[in-house]
């Protein structure tokens, strides 16, 4: 079976006419019509029923013509993927990673990555949700790492990753530090400090109120760093996700596991990516996290 037989079959079906796909694959309509029998005498089916001069697709036809549009559109990947990795010196990988999200997965995967695959260039972007979810739609990055908050999307992969604990940050001189584990109702009266821009704090504050369930007032930081040193300060607790307990920036910052009911809540994770830019390093970015994650 030729590409070139099924390039042939499609622009049949697609122009409704063998003269006009004749005209768009440059070729006569003799030549078309032999292409279309010699795929059906290949098969051993038939893929369309001639009328005169007009023709009815096959049940058989119907399948053939979709799932070939699928195998096209994965060849012409594959061809692009292909050159990519020949121009080693072109190839890039552009990341995203969670902001709150503070275990070493993503880091030990980049490393992973980066020593397989020396002549990939990696750039990482870091964001909340909806920093992330905006990059990926307009193809700023390639994959992420980002926490569930919509219904799994047919567009793109969703690769689930895991379910991992929540914990808060907060300032070692704050009385709640002495807890070996805090419930988000002992923080009703505790201000929550959360990265977000003016236009997503709306977002933000819906999804940490009614979905992770925090009460109490929300503060808002343009980034980690000025979110942690308003913890440092004792604004407010700082809730993030990943492994590991104890202290941070020496002893200024702790880390708590946040309960609900006495039991540590969880939030999934997953790697998003573009169907239609799920090339050979994101593919193979995506395995390598998934498999640290297994660990």
Same mark, same amino acid.
């Given at each position: ?9 499609? !622009?049949?079906?697609?122009?409704? #006419? ?11 309509? #003799? !030549? ?9 005498? =290949? ?37 692009? =993927? ?8 072109? !190839? ?10 503070? %275990? ?29 979810? &905006? ?21 793109? &992969? ?8 929540? *914990?808060? &940050? ?33 977002? &933000? ?12 007032? *929300? ?10 040193? /308003? ?6 607790? *700082? ?31 997953? !790697? ?7 090339? *050979? ?12 994650? %297994? /660990?």
């Amino acid at each position: 079976m030729l590409l070139r037989q099924i390039e042939h079959f499609q !622009a049949v079906i697609e122009e409704k #006419s063998f003269t006009e796909a004749a005209e768009k694959c440059h070729i006569s309509q #003799s !030549a078309i019509s032999q292409s279309i029998k010699s795929l059906e005498d =290949e098969l051993g089916v038939k893929l369309l029923t001639r009328k005169n001069r007009s023709f009815d697709v096959t049940e058989a036809g119907e399948y053939f013509y979709k799932k070939s549009l699928v195998i096209l559109s994965d060849l012409d990947t594959l061809k692009k =993927e292909t050159k990519k990795i020949d121009k080693k010196d072109v !190839a890039e990988l552009s990341l995203g990673l969670l902001v709150s999200y503070d %275990g070493d997965e993503f880091n030990r995967a980049m490393a992973a990555f980066s020593e397989k695959y020396p002549e990939v260039s990696i750039s990482v972007i870091s964001g909340n949700h909806e920093d992330l979810y &905006e990059a990926l739609v307009s193809g700023k990055i390639d994959i992420a790492l980002n926490d569930q908050r919509r219904a799994f999307s047919d567009a793109y &992969e969703n690769l689930i990753l895991e379910e991992n604990y929540c *914990f808060v &940050e907060i300032a070692t001189h704050n009385p709640l530090s002495k807890l070996d584990k805090i419930d988000i109702e002992d923080l009703k009266n505790t201000p929550c400090i959360l990265i977000a821009n003016k236009q997503q704090q709306d977002e &933000e504050r819906k999804y940490y109120r009614d979905i992770v369930g925090f009460k109490s007032d *929300f503060l808002f930081a343009e980034n980690l760093q000025e979110a942690r040193m /308003m913890v440092v300060s004792n604004k407010g607790i *700082f809730p993030v996700e990943g492994t590991g307990t104890g202290s941070f920036f020496g002893a200024t910052l702790k880390r708590l596991p946040l309960t609900r009911g006495g039991n540590q809540i969880k939030r999934r994770y997953c !790697a998003f990516w573009q169907k239609d830019n799920s090339g *050979f390093y994101v593919e193979e970015f995506a395995d390598i996290l998934k498999s640290m994650f %297994g /660990m």
